[in-house]
């Protein structure tokens, strides 16, 4: 401090009696009125219980509402829908049930592999069937269509047999193997 401030001078008293300051329990109970009589001014009395109150209105009953349980196959269908998973699913669904869409004649000819980037692949038994079903693409498209909707199978790849591979031994060369030496 500077020796310029003046100085309090110690007299002995406390503060609270020299300026005729109130004691601070004095402040506490006035306070603790003011509070009583705010709680009395809206009809609370000790021991009474405050009422619920509620954001919405709770409603029990015969009828639906929100918080009723939903079937399995609701909740299943709402999550493939936003996790967007529902046309993997129904062209699953398809490859499943192939000889029911495509019928019994196509289908004991040929399967469904795969679906991939709204492509479908379809292997033939034999390459007169795998020519046949290129001829058949629209009927088939048509039918998936009906089936998943609109735009979930784009294209249609149709493969042929697998054929086996020729190897010619246990002994068999790599590569070209050995030719003849004439020149």
Partial sequence: MSQDSPQPENTGIP???EYELETPSDY?????N??????????????KVAPQRFTEPQVSGARSDG???KPLSATL?????QRGWNKDVAVGGVIGRWPEIVG????????????????LTIRAHST???????????NIMKALADEVGDG???EIKILGPDTPKFSRGKFSVKGRGARDTWG
Avoid: M
């Fill in 28 to 32: 506490a109970r006035a306070a603790l």
């Fill in 67 to 69: 918080r009723d349980p």
């Fill in 15 to 17: 503060v609270a009696q």
């Fill in 128 to 138: 007169a069937w795998a020519t046949q079903l290129r001829f058949l693409t629209p």
């Fill in 34 to 47: 003011r509070a009583q009589a705010a709680a009395r001014a809206k009809g609370l009395y000790p021991g």
């Fill in 104 to 119: 019994e004649d196509i289908s004991s000819h040929c399967t469904a592999e795969s679906f991939s980037n709204s492509v």
């Fill in 77 to 81: 269908g709402s999550l493939l829908v």
């Fill in 152 to 154: 979930v199978v784009q």
